[in-house]
């Protein structure tokens, strides 16, 4: 085995620095005192084309015969250019490169003490917008290679790893070729001719990057050199100019004003007169893990300077296992289009650097309605400012003209048939960058388990076709468990768990229910849902049947419901106590805050997607509703100076007694509208982008007098906005502001008064957003009117996130604030501080509530962390 495993490798290896195409080149990069330049480009100027060396420093490139002209790049170092011919065999060109000279007085500063670099990145950042409208279209090919590791893990499990047999040195690894295409403004098309894939990337792809631009405001939602807002965010240092190939190059060191998240801290290259990039070596940080983005730029066809080579290197540590991805990607074959609409030569001047010719400039005569062609005529001077508003303005107007302006990229993926089928040969002949021996043994390694993998697999899928063939159908542990059964095409038999549905209350004392259903999932979808409910203290068997029909195309889905029985509610529909914590409060502390009443009820509701971002609902409901008293007084821990409150909800607008027993026919309308909602389109499906536009929304319920007996009599109204942006890279605020009021109120049951979101347990369970911390659960529920606004707002830094220590840890900080006005409530607000993301998962508060501006109450609270849903828990 150790033979045949040293004959593989050879192979390999020969195959991937060797000839196995007509001809072409190959050699080492290193630095003058010998050391391998890892990842070194190789820029081919007659195909456009870029390569890098390998981490050891060698580089291959297969070329049809003729003559070349190549440029070896490095940061740090002087860039080389040889002319070679290619024949029919490789050729062998090793390259020593020299560091790069800088000269620190290339650039003189014209009055002030101000540095240099911000005259440089002035001109830079008003020449961003020129450079993405610059390229109407391109082809191109992107290799890309990646590998994952886990460098460390809780001293606990180390033995465990080490015991199960996996190796920590990969645990990923990919590697593929792609044809991409590019059509201004938003247009990307991806196939993808080979891949290699092996493990699990943790959504750690940098396509993100390569598809993306530094020339954007943002880029992976981290804040660009390059935005217009960059001086509000960095600081820059002007480190020096050099000479390459004729273009002059500045290095900018870049600062960030606060490190941290969605931020970049290194150092940008930027070629002078062009303003565009010549390189970069940046890192930022999300959620604590750091992303090192490594580009180098080349001049394309003289006309552009794109990039041709990326680097990227994604570490971090989560709940103690330490990791790290490393990825290389390539660009080659370059075919670019100019937008015709814009010239190439013309001169931006700094109006701080050129006062004079500056104010000329202002005092000439402009043709507000010239084209752009003319704005930016061959040869004018223009100074930043104006080109940065011809480019707004050509922007607008291109983006009138679209089709679809809501839609912000096209993009299209495909795979071709064959390329996960490709062989090692095919490997050998395509890849742009050559194996390191290392590479080789972990390939082959990987291959091994893979055969191996493949057959356990069979072996298991065999086994698991023979214990189905024993298998009747049915097992008695699918009771407690759930399962589902095929009982026909495209038909299924499902029942509930119900080991996850066994809760506690006074009124029921121990309850279970489960549901049961028979379901036809088509293009259309049908389906029948019992759910039976037995209430172990009443003795009582209850339960409520769905028959539900979901119907139209994905963009205007519809669905049709029909549902009624006897069932128990709570009297806010939205349920503010989870039935999981509820039990534990119930039996451990022998606090009862669920408020339970019992309802024999229809209802019938539509509901459909008018367009991509307007939905609405209709619903009407007959009901005939009990209020219910305790059942038991069972507990785990007595608690002398305690008992069970009543079954009954403490307001301050309730008349009591309540009624034991009322009729209410409800009509229901709702309507939800993101007027300016924007999408990204993946392979012809529409897709909304999150929090693009506020989410507006309007709602009326009418109670029906007289209908089937109902004794209800009301009118309700309410209006709601909600939204979540980023200002920038300092945080998000996520905010909920509605408003509401019955128009008439002749006759209201508790049940249809406006309940809110509150909260008296230590848990928070429900969206830190749109609920209360302190706020009893029915006190200032409502049959008047009410306003309410919630504000939450998470910290890139405020105070413990300050220590890098801390927000390398992905920890945040986030500061709330909770509004109710109600005729009862005199104007409660909550005032709360929250550390976010501890281990990833957890979030504890700490509020203060307030009525009338004097203090009420406070509370330590703990919570899932925001990142991770909010603290909602769907166990009901």
Known sequence: MKYLLSFWITILALFSTNALHAGGISGRVTAPNGAPLAYATIFVQQMGSGTTTNEEGYYEIRLEPGNYTLIFQFLGYRSEAREISIGQQFERLDISLQEQAVQ?????????????AYSVMRRAIAKASYHRQQIEHYDAE?????????????????????KEGIDSTVAFTTESVSRISYQRPNTFKETVISIYSQGDDNETSPMSYINGSFYEPQIAEAISPLS????????????????DRGYGVNKIRVIPRSRGENVFEGVIYIVEDWWSIYSLKLKTYKLGIGIEVYQMYAPIEDKAWLPVSHKFLVD????????????????????????????????????????ELAAQLKNQAKDKNAGIEEKLASGQELTRKDLRRIMREYEKEEQQA????????NTTFTVDSLARKRDSLYWAEIRPVPLTQMEVRGYVRADSLARVEAEEAKADSLESVGRKKKKSGFSPLDIIGGSSYKVGEKQTLAHGSLWDRF??????????????????????????????????????????????????????????????????????????????????????????????????????????????????????EWARRYTLENNTT??????????????????????????????????SFSAEARPWQKYRVYNDKKEPIDNSSPTLRLAFRQGLKAIGGSETDYSYLELGVKHKFRPGARGTVDFKVEAGMFLNDNYIGFADYRHFMGNRISF?????????????????????????????????????????????????????????????????????????????????????????????????????????????????
């Open 634 to 667: 069972q507990v785990w821990f007595n608690k002398d100076d305690r008992i069970y409150a009543p079954n009954l909800p403490v307001n301050e607008e309730v008349e009591y007694p309540l009624p034991e027993e009322e009729t209410a026919v409800v009509l």
């Open 142 to 162: 992107v290799y890309v290679k990646g590998s994952g590791r886990l460098k460390n893990s809780p001293f606990f499990l180390r033995k465990t790893i080490e």
């Open 402 to 409: 679209q089709e679809e302006p809501e839609v912000v990229m």
């Open 764 to 876: 928070v369970t429900a969206d830190p957003v749109e609920s209360f911390r302190l706020l009893p659960y029915y006190d200032y529920s409502t049959k008047d009117k009410f306003a309410a606004a919630y504000v939450h707002y998470q910290f890139r830094k405020l105070l413990f996130t300050q220590i890098p220590e801390v927000w390398l840890l992905g920890i945040k900080e986030n500061v709330f604030v909770n509004y109710l006005a109600t005729p009862t409530s005199k104007n409660y607000t909550e005032v709360g501080y929250s550390i976010d993301n501890i281990f990833r998962f957890l979030r504890v508060e700490a509020a203060v509530s307030f009525q009338d501006g004097k203090y009420r109450d406070w509370g330590i609270l703990l919570g899932i962390a925001s990142n991770l849903g909010g603290g909602n828990f769907t166990i009901r």
């Open 503 to 620: 809760f506690f209350n006074p009124v029921e004392g121990f309850n279970i229910h489960t549901d049961l259903s028979y379901s036809i999932n088509k293009d259309n979808r049908f389906a029948v849902t019992l759910t039976p409910r037995y209430a172990f203290a009443r003795e009582k068997l209850t339960g409520k049947g769905r028959i539900g029909y979901n119907f139209g195309r994905p963009e205007q889905r519809g669905a049709v419901n029909l549902e009624g029985g006897r069932y128990i509610f709570q009297y806010n529909p939205q349920e503010p106590i989870s039935n999981l914590f509820n039990t534990y409060l119930n039996l451990v502390y022998e606090r009862n805050y669920i408020r339970l009443y019992e309802k024999d009820y229809f209802r019938i509701s539509h509901e459909q997607q008018l367009q991509e971002n307007l939905k609405g609902g209709l619903s009407v």
């Open 228 to 243: 217009p807002q960059a001086f509000g965010y960095y600081k820059f240092k002007y480190e020096g100019f050099f000479m």
């Open 316 to 355: 971090g540590k989560i709940l103690g296992f330490a990791f790290e991805y490393n990825y290389l990607a390539t660009v080659s074959n370059y075919k670019i289009e100019l937008n015709p609409d814009l010239p190439s030569d013309f001169t931006v001047i700094d109006e701080k650097l050129n006062k």
């Open 104 to 116: 620190l007085d290339e650039v003189l500063v014209s009055g002030g003490d101000e540095d240099p």
